[in-house]
Structures are given as structure tokens and as C-alpha cells.
């Protein structure tokens, strides 16, 4: 018999008596028939010292609540109360049974009231759960307020069926048809075809940094059938179901059905799903297996050291893991957030999470400008050499206005990976703030270009050193300043840090050429080109700042 709480039926025994009995009376037994049957079905319960009281609390409670209470079956009961039935279960607590000795004196309350007329017990529907065949794909439109969390309104979800399976609840009392579906991780803007599929990975039905093997199908099932959104599915067409298919890959074995298992009704809530996964990778191992990458190990591992932890107050992520934009190239930007006084302890949680991944190779102590943050930079042996975890902590008395993260903001925001006090918040972008400091640079950069004969003096003298520095000092660097006011004002300082993705593909290109020079000549014919241009960027950034 396993228990999980102090609740009456937070144990296996009274469950099973329960769902035994309630399911006698679904059969329509009259009352004291099924409790002839219980009797007999249960009398190793009744027999055990363990259970007879567990078994007697469940009866008795089922039997009040449906109205037929017998008298037998109350004595039974309110006899194993005052013996203190079931504490047994809670010698070596530390509680020594508080909270079970609770549970048996609401109990005693109960049966010591009158109970409620006898309820009508209907005989249960039997819904079909099974709708559709093996490898038939459908598409779901998201339509509830509930999409607009996680962005998903109005957009297409792909469901592929790969079997079906029944679990079984209540030591057989109540069976459960699931269709066992795997979703395809993209969401759609206009309704898909089989062919858009293509090259498009799963969606897993597990939390990306919890320490678990990734779930790739989950169970559906349906209770009413209102509940089947008829109407916001539309088939596709079939994709067959191969005949061996791993355990995480769709088909599986009775009784594994995970935790994200769920009801039609409930089937909104998996836009959550795309919105964790997104920019997330995962690995496929030759076994078809799927697994988290070495990065996602890292996440999971902290994240499940530092969580119980009283003076770890939030675990983020910033960088490339919250923006979406991960490569193999990526490093990992860890933020903590801890009472001051567990300074070392907090540091001492990380390092030594780290360690039993892997052994820290490479640790470097910086001294960062902030007083109130600390940093470090780590690498684990057998990882990737580009893995890098460069990790700051925060004490918690920091200034909040210090770190307000801003909405919609696509180059610095944070993956929440649990915060327990509320430190993370956001702010709508008040682009107003940045005027006066965006003003100075459109100056500075106006007047640095002034200064292009620098670099075409030095072409004209042959030398290719000097006129390199200045061509990027008076010629490239003001274009790459007029590129942030326009496209990056919120972060017009940051130079050419991630430039590549912060601005269009076209003005990409453009950058480039005048970025790669070799000789004295590429920057004698790259000058004047550069200006025209420059002078295009004022004309844009100006009209931008008069609206």
C-alpha cells in the first residue's frame, strides 16, 4: 500500500475501496448488494491491521457522501478511529501522524452528521475517446482566450495519432481510452499541408529544465463530447505509423502515459508547450531516442540543485537561450538572485551542480563593475569548447529599476526558469528616454564622417595601416551608428555586438562590403560610396527622431 499525503485518499487502499464500491453502484447493485461484493473482493483488506481501517474509513466515507451510510459499516469505522487506524503509516515522521489524525477527526464529523438523501447513482456513458485511425493527421486551430499567454491565437497546431491506449484507474474500477498523438513543433499561420511538414521537428510534452526523459506523444482523451472542437480540427491526410516506433517516439507501453496526458477540453494549454520549446534545441540519438543537448543538461541539473534552495530566490536565463537564436557556437548567460548574507553558499550550490555533470576544466574569477553582482565563467570537461557558462549572480537587495526587462524586447530578455519571489519584471519600451543620449551619437556620428580625409590621405601616401584605422574609425563606424538609431535605438551603443541579427538582411549586405577591405584601393573606391549612404541613413534617422 503506498501513501503519498495525509489525505483520506492519498493512499492506494482507500482509492481502490472507493472506486470499487462507486462503480458497484454505477452497475446499478442496490447498496446492499455491492457491499456484500466488497466484502468478499476486499476481505484480505479487511484482514490486514494495515488496511482494515483504511478500508472501513473509505467505505464509510463513499457510503455518507452517496447517502447510504449502513449503520455496520459507520460502527466499523468510528471504532477504528478511536484506535487510531492507519497512524502506523506515519511512525518515523517527523510529525508523528498530525496531519493524518486531522484527516480522521474531520472524518469522525462527518459520519457523526446526518447524512445528505440518497443520490441517484447513474449508469456511465460510454464516450468514444477513439476518433480517428493510426497515422491520421489533423489540424487544430488555437481559438481561446487562453492562446494569447503564449501567442497562439488564430494559428495551427498539427496532431499525428500513433495509437491508442487504455489505462486503467482504481484497481480496474474505471478504464480510460487515450489516443496517443505526437504534435509537430511549429505553429502555423494559415491552415498546413502534409508537405509543409517536412523537415519540421516534434514537440516535446515535457518541461525543458526538469530533470526527466523527453516525452515526444502524450495521451487525449474525452470525457463529454461537446468537449471534441469538431469544428476547429480540419484533416490533412495520413502519415503511416512505422511498425517499430521507440517508447519516446510515440507508440507506448501501458501504464507510461506521462504526466501532460489531457482531455479536449484542456487542449488549449498545449500552446504552452511551443511557447517553452521555442528556440530550444534537443538531440535524436542513434537509437531514435530523444534526448536534452549538453546545454539543456547543464540548465536542468542547476535547476534542480538550486530550486529547493530558501536563499535562491530566481534562475534565469539571458543571451541566446532567451532570445531563440542558440547554435553550436552559443555559450550559456546563467543569472541567480540570492539573499546577500548567502553569498558564498550560492556560489558554492552552482559550482558544485556543475561538478557532478562534469569536472569544471577552466574557471576564471571576474571582477565585475556592479558591487552587487558577481561573476564567473566556467567550462566542463567533454563538453563542446564553445560551451561556455558565464554566470552572474545578483544579491536580492539590488535595485529592481536596475534590471527591468523591456517588453517585446528582442535583444535583451530573460527565459524564466523559476522565480519564486517575483524579481523578474518587465516594462513597455519607453523609447523617449533614449532621445537626448541617441541625439548626441546621430551628432557624433555626423561629425566623425567629416573626418573621411583622414583615411583618403593616408590612401594617397601608400599607407595601409594608418588609412585602415582611420577608414573604420571615420567611414565604417558612422554607418554602423546610424544602423543602431534606426534599428536598435534602445541599444544604439552596442556597436557591431550581434549586428548581424539586429538589423535587415539588405543592410546586412551592405555592411559587409564596406566592412571587408584588403588594400589601399578597396577603401580608395569604398569612401565615396560610404558617403552616399551615410548620407541616405541621416536622412532616414532624422525623420524618424521629427515623428
Not at 488496511?51 to 474509513?57: E, I, N, R
Not at 551615410?534 to 532616414?540: A, G, N, Q, R, Y
Request: glycine share 6%; hydrophobic share 35%.
Amino acid at each position: 500500500m503506498g501513501a503519498w499525503g495525509s489525505g483520506l485518499y492519498a493512499n492506494d487502499t482507500t482509492c481502490d475501496v472507493r472506486d470499487a464500491y462507486m462503480k458497484l453502484l454505477q452497475e446499478q447493485l442496490s447498496n446492499e448488494d455491492a457491499y456484500a461484493q466488497i466484502l468478499t473482493k476486499f476481505a484480505d483488506y479487511i484482514d490486514d491491521p494495515d488496511d482494515a481501517p483504511l478500508f472501513w474509513f473509505a467505505l464509510a466515507d463513499t457510503q455518507w457522501k452517496a447517502g447510504r451510510l449502513l449503520p455496520e459499516v459507520k460502527s466499523k469505522a468510528l471504532d477504528w478511529i478511536d484506535k487510531g487506524g492507519g497512524l502506523s503509516l506515519w511512525e518515523e515522521s517527523e510529525s508523528g501522524g498530525a496531519g493524518w489524525r486531522k484527516t480522521l477527526d474531520k472524518l469522525r464529523a462527518k459520519l457523526e452528521t446526518e447524512q445528505p438523501k440518497e443520490k441517484r447513482i447513474r449508469k456511465p456513458v460510454k464516450i468514444e475517446s477513439n476518433l480517428w485511425n493510426d497515422g491520421d493527421v489533423y489540424a487544430y486551430l488555437f481559438h481561446k482566450e487562453f492562446d494569447g499567454r503564449f501567442g497562439a491565437p488564430g494559428k495551427y497546431m498539427v496532431l499525428h495519432k500513433m495509437g491508442v491506449e487504455h489505462q486503467y484507474y482504481g484497481d480496474s474500477a474505471t478504464t480510460v481510452t487515450y489516443m496517443i498523438v505526437r504534435a509537430f513543433d511549429k505553429l502555423f499561420d494559415e491552415l498546413p499541408t502534409l508537405l509543409d511538414l517536412q523537415g519540421v521537428r516534434l514537440l516535446p510534452f515535457s518541461h525543458p529544465y526538469r530533470e526527466q526523459e523527453l516525452q515526444m506523444q502524450t495521451g487525449l482523451t474525452l470525457y463529454k463530447k461537446k468537449d471534441y472542437p469538431a469544428e476547429y480540427l480540419t484533416f490533412l491526410g495520413n502519415i503511416p505509423v512505422p511498425e517499430y516506433t521507440p517508447l519516446s517516439h510515440g507508440a507506448i507501453r501501458v501504464g507510461m502515459l506521462n504526466s501532460s496526458s489531457s482531455t479536449w477540453f484542456n487542449i488549449n494549454h498545449w500552446s504552452y508547450y511551443f511557447n517553452q520549446w521555442q528556440g530550444i534545441e534537443y538531440e535524436i540519438d542513434i537509437n531514435g531516442e530523444f534526448k536534452h543537448t549538453q546545454r539543456r543538461i547543464i540548465s536542468c541539473k542547476l535547476a534542480h540543485a538550486l530550486y529547493p534552495l530558501s536563499y535562491i530566490h530566481a534562475f534565469w536565463l539571458e543571451g541566446a537561450d532567451a532570445t531563440g537564436s542558440v547554435d553550436e557556437y552559443s555559450d550559456l548567460d546563467f543569472w541567480v538572485d540570492f539573499e546577500d548574507e548567502y553569498e558564498e553558499q550560492a556560489i558554492a550550490a552552482v559550482e558544485n551542480a556543475l561538478s557532478e555533470i562534469a569536472e569544471i576544466d577552466y574557471k576564471h574569477i571576474m571582477r565585475h563593475e556592479h558591487p552587487k553582482i558577481r561573476q564567473r565563467i566556467y567550462h566542463l570537461a567533454g563538453t563542446s569548447e564553445y560551451l561556455m557558462i558565464d554566470f552572474c549572480w545578483q544579491l536580492h537587495s539590488r535595485r529592481r529599476d536596475e534590471y527591468l526587462y523591456q517588453e517585446n524586447d528582442p535583444i535583451e530578455t530573460a527565459r524564466i526558469i523559476f522565480d519564486k519571489a517575483g524579481v523578474i519584471e518587465y516594462k513597455p519600451i519607453d523609447l523617449s528616454k533614449f532621445t537626448q543620449l541617441n541625439a548626441s551619437q546621430l551628432e557624433e556620428a555626423k561629425y566623425r564622417r567629416t573626418q573621411y580625409l583622414r583615411a583618403e590621405k593616408y590612401v594617397r601616401r601608400g599607407l595601409y595601416l594608418e588609412a585602415y584605422a582611420y577608414y573604420n574609425r571615420y567611414v565604417l563606424e558612422p554607418l554602423i551608428d546610424l544602423l543602431r538609431l534606426i534599428h536598435t535605438p534602445a541599444y544604439a551603443d552596442w556597436y557591431m555586438v550581434h549586428i548581424s541579427g539586429h538589423i535587415p538582411k539588405t543592410d546586412r549586405e551592405r555592411l559587409e562590403f564596406f566592412a571587408q577591405v584588403s588594400s589601399l584601393d578597396d577603401i580608395d573606391k569604398r569612401i565615396p560610396l560610404a558617403g552616399k549612404w551615410f548620407d541616405e541613413l541621416v536622412e532616414i534617422t532624422e525623420k524618424r527622431a521629427q515623428s
